[in-house]
DNA sequence: CGTTACCCCTGGAGGC
DNA sequence: TGCCTCCAGGGGTAAC
């Protein structure tokens, strides 16, 4: 579910709350999302404060007081998590695998398909962390430009869509904001990577930021002990022009919107208008 | 090195 | 009502 933007809401909607809060307890009710949680993680965490809250890619960093002989929890909501800030004692539902309680309040992880992620890295260098360390560029910086993403596809023929999910190349587009963009900026998501002009990746690239732009601000609107809503419909954005749209006429020409399968992932475009 | 297939897991939707 | 199949916003890893 959660793209960067639902990630960067969800860091914003902690940020007024958390930093400078002690962890009291930490409770794992799942012995393991997409890793193992190590046993000793709780009595590790509990005393640390909540120094910062970052961003990176989909992953989501608390600084522990790593600066301080602490560390940092690393957390990805993988495809179907949530996280909430609830009342201590609030009774956990089903899937609800996490809790970190402070003092006033407790945040809670919920994540029926537990592809999410929970790791502990000792120290205070986070960029060396492997996971960390390989992921591409921040599609909300000046260094992502239209010039930067040509140079880097000259020698990359797989279809532009599936590129543009790369992590390793750029973080945070997922799969809905993938087939946004690419409307938006008229590309097919068929089209080889190496065969798009420097001046198309100057029109994809504002396309994406643009995009993710605003569904960041549509989401930060909304919710505040409730960090991120789950619901279903998915996308900040109150409507996507193609995403899950098969068959519905495009908002743009008319024509139906076409469903394929790119990397066994759903893509949806414009025929017509997408080249 | 670049690209693709598979896998982790649960739940909801739709066909029969 | 139940059972089956397919699908779902991610991404790491292994294999070609």
Not at 103 to 114: I, M, N, W, Y
Not at 130 to 136: K, V
Not at 139 to 154: H, N, V
Request: glycine share 10%.
């Amino acid at each position: 579910m959660p793209e960067l933007p639902e990630v960067e809401v969800s860091r914003r909607g902690l940020l007024p709350i958390l930093p400078g809060q002690c962890i009291v307890d930490a409770v794992f009710r799942a012995p393991k999302l997409r890793h193992e949680i190590p046993s000793q993680l709780s009595s590790r965490l509990t005393g640390l404060r909540i120094d910062a809250i970052q961003r990176r890619g989909k992953y989501l960093l608390f600084d522990c007081e790593s600066r301080h002989s602490g560390g940092w929890l690393l957390l990805h909501l993988g495809m179907s998590g949530s996280l909430r800030l609830v009342a201590p004692g609030t009774a956990p539902q089903k899937h609800d695998h996490v809790d970190l309680v402070f003092t006033a309040t407790t945040l809670r992880f919920r994540d029926p398909r537990r592809f999410g992620t929970l790791l502990w890295h000792e120290g205070q260098a986070i960029e060396n962390h492997p996971l960390i360390a390989a992921l591409g560029i921040e599609p909300l910086t000046d260094a992502f430009s239209g010039d930067w993403l040509y140079e880097q596809t000259r020698r990359r023929s797989t279809p532009i869509k599936p590129l543009l999910m790369d992590s390793h190349l750029v973080v945070g587009i997922g799969n809905i904001y993938a087939a946004e963009s690419l409307f938006a900026a008229g590309i097919s998501p068929l089209r080889a990577a190496n065969r798009i002009g420097r001046e198309r990746y100057r029109a994809l690239v504002p396309a994406i930021r643009t995009v993710l732009e605003t569904s960041i601000a549509a989401g930060g609107s909304s919710v505040r002990d409730y960090v991120h809503s789950d619901g279903g419909a998915g996308c900040f954005q109150l409507s996507c022009a193609v995403y899950d749209r098969a068959g519905q006429p495009c908002p743009t020409c008319g024509q139906p919107v076409r469903a394929i399968r790119q990397s066994g992932r759903s893509t949806f475009y414009c025929p017509r208008c997408q080249h």
